[in-house]
């Protein structure tokens, strides 16, 4: 360990790791679980305990806080989740430590059978040397988002101890649900108070993302006519059968999240519950465009409507909904915020990547709303799976990244 944000990045993610904040996206309350909140009320607490000013946890759920400017300069936001993903057990997390990774494969103490190996994983192969922090097993690590969380919350302590690093104000946000898209209220824009933002929650060294997914979801509701079955001769329209032609109809051997990467968008049908009388069928629509968003909700209103005229007894509603919106369609008016995150990596002696993230962060929504928000890499890998890991060296890069950004945006 020669750099001196290692110690303190490897000790805070191995904290907050071990800290359960899981998400439910099933839950209707704000935040989703109340175990966020432990999360929550240490991190006020630290930020107050290292001196930073305006801490406050908001009523829905949100630690901001204020790193004082040192020289004029825009205000910039460094935001990160707390909650970490429901899709994997994340509980009684036991983060692990690999000091000096020696090349080989890695095995974990509470599954013989798991193993992360450089083989299937090339990134990993690069990390020789590095100290890397896994899970034992059975949970994920969480380091999406604990990676951003720990970097955010070291470069706020490292900038008020360091007053004469020359940067204007600082905005940290530490925010609930992101994994189930619910991490931005629509108060944060205004009570962030940033003129733009990063979240912390990229992979690699060196990916600089400003372009995410623009999305929507649908429900389909199919409601056939009940009737005994027994009496049900050229009355009973059964919606099982309604449902089952609409996904047959769709697309299966393209534009499915499973026959798509790069720039090629999808239709996902994620849920189908019901019975003979009414069926319900969930979809996520998913594109880079919002022509090929569109297009992908016409083609379901199409196969909903090509069923129901062929079974006029039977009732069929399709429903489209917005969730986000590309953020590059607002960034791209404005590349500033964009182009100092390259600086700084490139400063740091790395070379930035921008591909188009295959989903969505805080950071789409709270573009669309009016705080440019770019994002950053942490290292994070094989995220929200028992293979999950993190080098604590790739944390200090994206660390010292945010140091220079900081003081990169100051001078303009
Ligand atoms: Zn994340």
């Not at 059975?138 to 604990?146: E, F, I, M, R």
């Not at 049900?232 to 996904?247: F, G, T």
């Not at 930035?352 to 942490?378: A, H, K, Y």
Request: hydrophobic share 40%; net charge negative; glycine share 8%.
């Amino acid at each position: 360990m020669q750099n001196p944000f290692d110690q303190e990045l490897q000790d805070r993610l191995v904290r907050y790791a071990a800290i359960d904040s899981q998400s439910d996206e099933t839950a209707p309350a704000s935040p989703s679980t109340a175990c966020q909140f432990d999360m929550l009320h240490l991190l006020r607490d630290e930020l107050v305990e290292m001196g930073a000013q305006d801490v406050e946890l908001t009523d829905y759920g949100v630690v901001l806080a204020t790193i004082p400017g040192t020289a004029p300069g825009p205000t910039v936001g460094f935001l990160a989740h707390v909650d970490t993903a429901p899709q994997f057990n994340a509980s009684g997390v036991k983060p692990r430590v690999i000091s000096g990774y020696n090349g080989g494969d890695i095995t974990f103490p509470d599954d013989p059978a798991l193993v992360l190996s450089p083989a299937e994983h090339p990134y990993l192969a690069e990390k020789i040397g590095h100290d890397l922090i896994t899970a034992s097993g059975t949970t994920l690590l969480g380091a999406d988002d604990k990676a951003g969380v720990a970097i955010v919350m070291t470069m706020a302590r490292h900038l008020l101890n360091n007053p004469d690093i020359a940067r204007g104000p600082i905005r940290v946000a530490f925010t609930p649900d992101e994994e189930i898209g619910r991490g931005v209220s629509e108060r944060l824009p205004a009570d962030l108070r940033a003129d733009f933002a990063y979240t912390l929650d990229g992979g690699q060294v060196g990916e600089i993302e400003y372009e995410s997914f623009s999305a929507d979801r649908a429900v389909v509701t199919v409601t056939g006519v009940s009737i005994h079955p027994g009496w049900a001769k050229e009355k009973m329209v059964n919606a099982i059968h309604l449902a089952s032609k609409i996904v047959q109809t769709l697309p299966q051997a393209t534009m499915t999240p499973e026959t798509t990467d790069g720039r090629d968008g999808f239709i996902h049908a994620t849920d189908m519950e019901g019975g003979s009388s009414e069926m319900v069928i969930k979809f996520i629509l998913r594109d880079f465009e919002r022509d090929g968003l569109a297009a992908k909700g016409e083609l379901l209103r199409q196969v909903c409507a090509a069923v129901q005229a062929a079974e006029p007894r039977a009732a069929i509603k399709c429903e489209i909904y917005p969730q986000y919106r590309n953020m590059r369609y607002w960034l791209e008016k404005d590349m500033t915020p964009v182009e100092l995150a390259r600086a700084a990596a490139e400063a740091e002696g790395v070379a930035p990547i921008s591909v188009p993230i295959r989903g969505g962060t805080d950071g789409s929504r709270l573009t669309e709303m009016g705080v440019p928000t770019p994002n950053v890499f942490t290292g994070m890998q094989c995220i929200h799976g028992p293979l999950e890991w993190i080098s604590v060296q790739d944390m200090a890069t994206a660390t010292r990244t945010c140091v220079t950004l900081a003081q990169m945006a100051a001078k303009g």
